[in-house]
């Protein structure tokens, strides 16, 4: 049973950091790609940022230069740095984890996991 346990969600005041974490384990494949997404009252999930097994980055424009996402690849976790909130950041963040079959199988089969959502709250 794939699970993905997050952490470090809270209040802040603008200007302030806060630094999530989330927990994977349960693929015998491991986690291609993890990361984090958010989502706001009223408003759509969007992707915050994503990084490979490689290492590879991906961010969206309203953090990039703000929040740093990394993970561990032997803990299985990936973690969201996030410098300098807004209280446009307010929302639940939520984990997401992608595991896939590795090239040699025959077929091609991939799964995606959600966390259970973390509140972050910039306020004064």
């Known amino acids: 049973q794939v699970q993905l346990v997050e952490s470090g969600g809270g209040l802040v005041q603008p200007g302030g950091s806060l630094r999530l974490s989330c927990a994977a384990s349960?693929?015998?494949?491991?986690?291609?790609?993890m990361g984090w997404y958010r989502q706001a009252p009223g408003k759509q999930r969007n992707l915050v940022a994503t990084i490979s097994s490689g290492g590879t980055t991906n961010y969206a424009d309203s953090v990039k230069g703000r929040f740093t996402i990394s993970r561990d690849n032997a803990k299985n976790t990936v973690y969201l740095q996030m410098n300098s909130l807004k209280p446009e950041d307010t929302a639940v963040y939520f984990c997401n984890a992608v595991s896939h079959t590795p090239p040699d199988y025959t077929d091609f089969y991939e799964y995606t996991y959600w966390g259970q959502g973390t509140q972050v709250t910039v306020s004064s």
């Open positions: 349960g693929s015998i494949f491991g986690f291609n790609v």
